[in-house]
């Protein structure tokens, strides 16, 4: 089974820049597609974007779109979270989370219940 681990979470302005990293190890060579989601405090867990792994597809929540880049390294198993002019409602838990399963057409899959491997989450906190 596939371990994510996340980092780079913390706390900025309103306006400034995080980059969380999701590192997995195990047998990795099988992810189809990663995602981050995101859950703030008393609300459902909500999807950010995804990347396809083997071509670096991606597709974005219409709420980050434009700000928020997702981006991979296969060599390190790595998955990537840049975010820039970061607002207070981007204040939330990230989580990575993998896909072994492939889609029709190469679709990118936006469901929670498509992931299977999930990390721990990393805190981003954006302050006025």
């Known amino acids: 089974q596939v371990q994510l681990l996340e980092s780079g979470g913390g706390l900025v302005q309103a306006g400034g820049s995080l980059r969380l990293s999701c590192a997995a190890s195990g047998p990795t060579s099988g992810i189809y597609a990663m995602a981050w989601f995101r859950q703030a405090p008393g609300k459902e867990r909500e999807f950010v974007g995804a990347?396809?792994?083997?071509?670096?597809?991606?597709y974005y929540a219409d709420s980050v779109k434009g700000r928020f880049t997702i981006s991979r390294d296969n060599a390190k198993s790595t998955l990537y979270l840049q975010m820039n002019s970061l607002k207070i409602e981007d204040t939330a838990l990230y989580s990575c989370a993998s896909s072994n399963f492939g889609r029709p057409n190469f679709a990118i899959p936006t469901s929670d219940s498509a992931y299977s491997n999930w990390g721990q989450g990393t805190q981003g906190t954006v302050s006025s």
């Open positions: 990347i396809r792994w083997f071509d670096g597809g991606t």
